[in-house]
């Protein structure tokens, strides 16, 4: 159906749902016809950037289910009011591209001339070094204080001619930004394929795909050593990671870890026993990043 200005228009309906019924939620609405799903935080409250191919849930979930533009939302509105679901509300909308309506991506500034934009938006400032950013279906827009807290410490230390590991890449927000940063070869590693294709796609956006690997984590070649290893991953995965993280640093190399609440990171320290010396950490909203010098 024609929305008013000419284009297309799609029904939408809105709903909120306690995290263990999300799945059943999903069903329900994808059963019913619709043609897209988009999970949200019902609230403001922040979530630990989840492990590579799953969706990260809050405690209440709002979802987005997007419909043909004739279809008549009456029904399914009844039978969601009669479950029980919450703040239920349907709506006619205009067309956008809805895959990427739900992330957050704006201008960000991270230090020094290191911006963070969206692809097509103007440069911040004439001297601006901007990544310009499309997150797809990967998680990772700078948004969350993790990701933030590692692009700040790059913009700090950025790791010319370098080589670089990002381990867990997903959308390849720290991958690229070595390579903006100068980092001479930049392995982008994850077990998601939606990951690695949002990070080939954004080196490719960003002219860094001659620097950068993107591959599966089991896939990074054995002997590959390096300067600086990234990892905003869970705090769980970061302990079982340890000794191939360990493995594939440098005498000397830096290895920077992020993802971890701040009451997580003495076990998170403790798994890398002595082999590496820790700065004080930098501590943003409840979360921690410390970077580790391999002796």
Same mark, same amino acid.
């Given at each position: 159906?024609?929305?008013?200005?000419?284009?297309?228009? =799609?029904?939408?309906? #809105? *709903?909120?749902?306690?995290?263990?019924?999300?799945?059943?939620? *999903?069903?329900?609405? #994808?059963?019913?016809?619709?043609?897209?799903?988009?999970?949200?935080?019902?609230?403001?409250?922040?979530?630990?950037?989840?492990?590579?191919?799953?969706?990260?849930?809050?405690?209440?979930? *709002?979802?987005?289910?997007?419909?043909?533009?004739?279809?008549?939302?009456?029904?399914?509105?009844?039978?969601?009011?009669?479950?029980?679901?919450?703040?239920?509300?349907?709506?006619?909308?205009?067309? $956008?591209? =809805?895959?990427?309506?739900? $992330?957050?991506?704006?201008?960000?500034? /991270?230090?020094?001339?290191?911006?963070?934009?969206?692809?097509?938006?103007?440069?911040?400032?004439?001297?601006?070094?901007?990544?310009?950013?499309?997150?797809?279906?990967? /998680?990772?827009?700078?948004?969350?204080?993790?990701?933030?807290? *590692?692009?700040? =410490?790059?913009?700090?230390?950025?790791?010319?001619?370098?080589?670089?590991?990002?381990?867990?890449?997903?959308?390849?927000?720290?991958?690229?930004?070595?390579?903006?940063?100068?980092?001479?070869?930049?392995?982008?590693?994850?077990?998601?394929?939606?990951?690695?294709?949002?990070?080939?796609?954004?080196?490719?956006?960003?002219?860094?795909?001659?620097?950068?690997?993107?591959?599966?984590?089991?896939?990074?070649?054995?002997?590959?050593?390096?300067?600086?290893?990234?990892?905003?991953?869970?705090?769980?995965?970061?302990?079982?990671?340890?000794?191939?993280?360990?493995?594939?640093?440098?005498?000397?190399?830096?290895?920077?870890? &992020?993802?971890?609440?701040?009451?997580?990171?003495?076990?998170?320290?403790?798994?890398?026993?002595?082999?590496?010396?820790?700065?004080?950490?930098?501590?943003?909203?409840? =979360?921690?990043?410390?970077?580790? &010098?391999?002796?």
């Amino acid at each position: 159906m024609d929305a008013q200005d000419g284009g297309m228009s =799609w029904i939408s309906i #809105e *709903c909120r749902a306690a995290a263990g019924s999300h799945d059943a939620l *999903c069903g329900l609405l #994808e059963s019913a016809g619709a043609l897209a799903i988009t999970s949200l935080d019902a609230a403001d409250r922040p979530v630990l950037e989840p492990l590579p191919g799953q969706t990260p849930l809050w405690p209440e979930v *709002c979802l987005s289910a997007l419909f043909e533009g004739d279809y008549d939302p009456a029904p399914l509105l009844a039978l969601l009011a009669s479950m029980g679901v919450a703040a239920v509300s349907g709506a006619r909308v205009a067309d $956008q591209d =809805w895959a990427r309506s739900g $992330q957050d991506v704006r201008p960000r500034h /991270f230090g020094g001339r290191l911006w963070v934009c969206p692809t097509g938006a103007a440069a911040p400032v004439p001297d601006a070094l901007v990544l310009r950013l499309d997150a797809g279906l990967a /998680f990772g827009t700078g948004a969350h204080p993790t990701t933030a807290l *590692c692009l700040r =410490w790059l913009a700090r230390n950025p790791p010319v001619g370098g080589e670089v590991i990002d381990w867990g890449c997903g959308s390849g927000i720290l991958a690229v930004a070595a390579a903006l940063l100068g980092a001479q070869r930049v392995w982008a590693l994850d077990i998601d394929p939606q990951a690695l294709t949002a990070t080939t796609d954004n080196a490719a956006r960003n002219a860094v795909s001659d620097r950068l690997r993107v591959m599966q984590a089991e896939e990074l070649p054995a002997g590959v050593v390096a300067d600086l290893i990234l990892a905003n991953i869970l705090a769980p995965v970061l302990v079982t990671l340890a000794p191939h993280l360990l493995d594939a640093l440098r005498p000397g190399g830096a290895l920077l870890l &992020s993802g971890v609440l701040e009451s997580q990171l003495p076990d998170v320290m403790a798994a890398f026993g002595s082999a590496l010396n820790f700065d004080l950490p930098i501590i943003d909203q409840g =979360w921690a990043c410390v970077k580790g &010098s391999k002796q």
